[in-house]
């Protein structure tokens, strides 16, 4: 899929979703529907989820289920073609829980908050976490657990 277009925010009690459209590839004319949830960083930036809304409740995210690998998109703005995942092994020792489902993502080369929540992943066709992030310079970061 590629080339996302028209979009609009809807807010449904305390949630916020972002619904747009998307063209397949081969062909144009095909548009697919696709609606993600919008959460609001703590400083109250709107970051958009990597994943599609399936229905997902809020719930709290622990701990435990954060260490392993990941797929993170770091969102270029200078760069005009599609941005690549990286896989990264995320462990224990760097996410530190601050309230509800926002955590700190730190190492020796970065420190990051992130907000976690359930989603659906419809590459591997099962539940998973996802985070979303903006980093201090304002680079957008996407990520779901594999």
Not at 45 to 74: D, K, M, Y
Not at 107 to 133: G, I, L, N
């Amino acid at each position: 899929m590629d080339r996302t277009r028209h979009n609009t925010v809807l807010k449904d009690g305390d949630d916020y979703f972002v619904c747009h459209h998307i063209r397949a590839p081969k062909d144009k004319r095909f548009h697919y529907l696709h609606i993600r949830k919008l959460i609001w960083t703590e400083k109250g930036w709107p970051v958009i989820s990597p994943e599609r809304f399936a229905g997902e409740t809020n719930r709290h995210i622990c701990s435990n289920e954060l260490p392993g690998e990941w797929e993170v998109i770091q969102v270029d703005p200078l760069n005009d073609g599609q941005d690549q995942a990286l896989r990264i092994n995320l462990r224990e020792s760097v996410w530190q829980h601050l309230s509800g489902n926002v955590y700190q993502l730190h190492d020796e080369t970065y420190t990051m908050q992130v907000t976690v929540h359930e989603a659906w992943d419809w590459e591997q066709w099962k539940s998973t976490v996802v985070f979303e992030s903006i980093h201090s310079d304002g680079v957008v970061y996407l990520a779901k657990k594999r």
